[in-house]
């Protein structure tokens, strides 16, 4: 398991961005989706940040994502670059 | 065929993900310029995974990674050259060596991704006045490079002048590149009109770059890539007359003759050259014989 | 004589409005009508319930009429358009009866033939004499045409005209005739001209919009339709207005005379106008400030009522001569079918306007939408609510293809013959959810609370309510 040591941002509110938020929680992993397309892609999207959360092994992260419409790809790239981020020293 | 090169930031994912819509023959997802210090990580993971997912669909992929001289240029061919984009674009090269330090790291990463040797290709951009001087040996150093691109705003700022919409102050630059790139037997890309608004100056860029022997140009804006491949593709005329020429030079060869002319004009070997150049662009753009 | 009355009060019961009657207004000040609030408010105070209100389209500034609705001042709603602001709350409830959509030319059709009849109607004007001749084209609150209001002027039992510019009699260039008016109030505005007209219409930046457009422009090109007398109408939208700038340049370049164009008038159609692309503009409403000035001055520029516009039931209609329409869409099935009404999630935010009017009249019905909204492929199996029929769709152009209605193979072997890059309508729906992925469909209620009424006056689909959780 990797620890996450400190708060994270990624992305943006612009039109098919996503914007991420990551801070570190004491019990285990703890998603929030906020999405202009919650209805019909809200269970794909918490499947993606799943993903890349156990893909770098974290399970004590509470993440945040306020998504505009944005496309897997960008979900997962926004995840990854706020947990890369949050795993700094 | 390769006329027209639309860059996109690789930041905004709005613009990437319509990148292939634009028309362009190329897009280049820049990692460098468009992209601030504090993003430069998720521009890289952005666009890699933009690659891997989008499926670009009729266009090909340039990545413009960072500089030789900055910190990030690993970091973003680890993260792009195992996707293989049709090309790599590395800034401000100045010289063989830029080249060859390139090639080298790029091999190694073919190699512990099991790849091909040498699959992934250069189209080096030359912005530095010692860029321009050493064009040839750019083009030359490595099989890797198969295009020069010109970038005619940083160039300006090391000549120690102005860039202008007449584009004087680059009028050598552009010259010596075609020269070099062609003597090196690869192609050669203009630097982008940069005034967004000006539907006519475009028009007459593109145009004055190709009078001088440039493949194509690169474009900032998507409004100007209708324009870029105008000008670039052959004309109807212009490929009507490229098969008139290989039909008379066919059939004068067929009888025995040396010489021949068309039209009252001579055909010589540099108009064949052209001819057969013209009709394997036509080819490409599907506006061959058959297509009339 | 005159008919000018001292209070709205006074004019209201004059006219004789009961309880259960219908009152009638149009939409020509757009977002900055004061009327509508005004009039109901007024009705609200004299106790006056269960009204039905027939607007010829409701905006964002009309959302009070939702705490009309709770109050039981009014029962029923019929409209063309409805924004978000009221189709929000219809969509979760508000009215026990179900709102009736028609479209621009099927209100006019069906008040004209008793269908849906008005007790007394209320004619917001910018400018009137005290006898009721008024007009749009003048005054603070110039709208332009005043299209939509003449079938409810002709027909209502009681005309009562609303004015902030009271002008000599006789005003002789007027649209609407005293004599299908019975009162006469003056009011200190009945708008706000910043929500009435838009200073000028600007084309799209967005370069998917302007990508879309220009194919627009070539897909009207190839399609044959485009020679001297040459019939046109677009919106005033995104790409549609876009589409339009490269049709210009064609018509310029190949030296092509249309006859007219048609519809919501923009700044850009007045250029072509004057440019010589039409010889004459068929104005049912304009949408920005060089329209109404346009309408002013040109003899050219023609007002046209809603009848004349689009009714399927007069003998003819100004539709039925079209040549080429672009339109807009949310959502496009892969039988073509257009919903305008709903937005993705379910939600009321629109309505057919002229769509499916012009849609039936023209020879190229054209939508443009681009393969995705946000994340939302634009084909759908099937659209959540039929605003326009498939039948009448004639291609849907996108930046990733442009797909051919099956009924209509002469097209689609133009287009290819052009070099256009055709599909199937379900590839377009593919390449999307390549991208996107597949959307999980929506839960849709069982309640119906708007029904669409088709021009022809039959039903052709019903809206349901969207469950809240």
């Known amino acids: 398991m990797q620890k996450i040591v400190k708060s994270a941002t990624a992305g943006t509110l612009e039109s098919s961005d996503v914007y991420v938020e990551l801070t570190p929680s004491d019990g285990g992993n703890e998603i929030e989706i906020e999405s202009v397309v919650l209805a019909q892609f809200g269970d794909a999207i918490r499947k993606s940040a799943e993903a890349v959360l156990k893909q770098f092994s974290i399970e004590n992260a509470k993440l945040k994502l306020i998504d505009r419409g944005a496309l897997d790809c960008v979900i997962r790239a926004r995840v990854e670059t706020a947990v890369l981020r949050a795993k700094e020293g | 065929m390769r006329r027209s090169m639309l860059f996109l930031p690789g930041s905004t994912p709005n613009k990437i993900i319509n990148g292939d819509s634009m028309g362009s023959d190329a897009i280049i997802l820049d990692l460098e310029d468009a992209v601030s210090p504090d993003e430069k990580d998720a521009a890289r993971i952005l666009v890699r995974n933009a690659i891997r997912d989008m499926g670009f669909d009729g266009v090909e992929v340039i990545v413009r990674v960072n500089a030789l001289d900055t910190p990030y240029w690993k970091q973003d061919l680890d993260a792009i050259v195992p996707l293989c984009p049709d090309l790599i674009m590395p800034p401000k090269t100045t010289s063989a060596q830029d080249v060859l330090t390139l090639d080298a790291y790029i091999g190694e990463l073919e190699k512990a991704n099991g790849m091909e040797e040498n699959s992934v290709k250069l189209i080096p951009l030359i912005e530095t006045a010692l860029g321009v001087e050493n064009a040839y040996q750019i083009a030359s150093a490595s099989q890797r490079v198969s295009a020069l691109f010109l970038g005619g705003e940083d160039l300006s700022a090391d000549l120690h002048c102005r860039r202008t919409k007449e584009g004087n102050e680059i009028d050598y630059a552009r010259k010596r590149l075609v020269c070099a790139a062609r003597a090196a037997g690869v192609e050669v890309y203009d630097t982008p009109f940069t005034d967004v608004n000006d539907d006519e100056g475009i028009v007459c860029d593109a145009k004055y770059a190709k009078s001088l022997g440039f493949t194509g140009k690169a474009s900032i804006s998507p409004r100007h890539v209708s324009a870029i491949n105008e000008v670039f593709s052959p004309t109807r005329a212009e490929i009507d007359h490229a098969y008139e020429v290989i039909e008379a030079i066919t059939a004068a060869k067929a009888q025995g003759r040396g010489v021949v002319a068309l039209h009252g004009k001579m055909i010589d070997a540099p108009v064949v050259a052209r001819a057969e150049q013209t009709i394997a662009a036509a080819e490409a753009l599907g506006l061959g014989r058959e297509a009339r | ?469």
């Open chain 3, 1 to 469: 004589m005159s008919k000018i009355v001292k209070t709205l009060r006074e004019a209201i019961e004059l006219a004789g409005l009961k309880d259960g009657m219908t009152v009638s207004f149009h939409h020509h000040l757009r977002n900055g009508d004061y009327v509508l609030n005004l009039v109901m408010d007024e009705i609200a105070r004299m106790g006056v319930k269960e009204l039905t209100v027939n607007a010829s389209s409701l905006f964002d500034t009309h959302a009070p009429l939702a705490d009309h609705i709770r109050s039981h001042v009014v029962r029923k709603i019929q409209t063309d358009y409805m924004s978000a602001a009221l189709g929000r709350q219809i969509s979760t409830g508000l009215m026990q009866e179900p709102v009736e959509f028609r479209t621009h030319g099927g209100r006019p059709s069906d008040i004209i033939l008793g269908r849906t009849p008005i007790d007394v109607a209320f004619i917001a004007a910018p400018a009137a004499d005290e006898m009721g001749n008024c007009t749009g084209k003048l005054g603070k609150s110039a709208c332009g045409s005043l299209g939509y209001a003449f079938a409810d002027a002709q027909c209502a039992k009681k005309t009562i005209v609303i004015t902030d510019n009271l002008v000599p009699y006789p005003l002789e260039n007027r649209s609407i005739p005293e004599t299908d008016v019975d009162y006469v109030v003056v009011v200190d505005a009945i708008g706000d001209p910043n929500g009435i007209v838009s200073g000028t219409t600007k084309i799209t930046r967005d370069p998917v919009g302007l990508m879309m457009a220009q194919t627009a422009a070539k897909v009207i090109q190839a399609s044959g339709l485009l020679k001297d007398g040459f019939s046109f109408q677009t919106g005033a939208g995104g790409a549609s207005l876009a589409a339009a700038m490269y049709l210009k340049q064609i018509m310029l370049a190949e030296q092509i005379h249309g006859s007219y164009g048609l519809g919501g008038i923009t700044g850009y159609l007045v250029d072509m106008l004057r440019e010589g692309c039409f010889r004459e503009l068929l104005d049912v409403q304009c949408f920005d400030l060089k329209a109404v000035e346009s309408i002013r001055s040109d003899p050219r520029h023609m007002e046209i009522s809603g009848e004349r516009y689009a009714s399927p039931s007069a003998k003819s209609a100004a539709v039925d001569n079209l040549d080429v329409v672009i339109l807009g869409a949310t959502e496009v099935d892969t039988d073509f079918n257009v919903n305008v009404h709903t937005d993705s999630n379910g939600y009321i935010m629109g309505g057919s306007g002229g769509h499916s009017d012009t849609a039936a009249g023209a020879k190229l019905a054209m939508i443009i939408a681009p393969i995705m909204r946000a994340r939302l492929p634009i084909v759908t199996d099937r659209v959540t609510c039929i605003s326009t029929p498939g039948s009448t769709i004639d291609v849907l152009v996108t930046q990733k293809g442009i797909a051919v209605n099956p009924a209509r193979s002469d097209l689609r072997e133009r287009l290819k013959a052009a070099g256009l890059p055709v599909k199937e309508i379900g590839e377009l729906k593919e390449i999307a959810e390549r991208i996107t992925g597949v959307p999980k469909k929506i839960p849709q209620g069982d309640r119906v609370v708007a029904n669409v009424i088709y021009r022809d006056g039959t039903l052709l689909d019903s809206i349901y309510n969207v469950p809240q959780r």
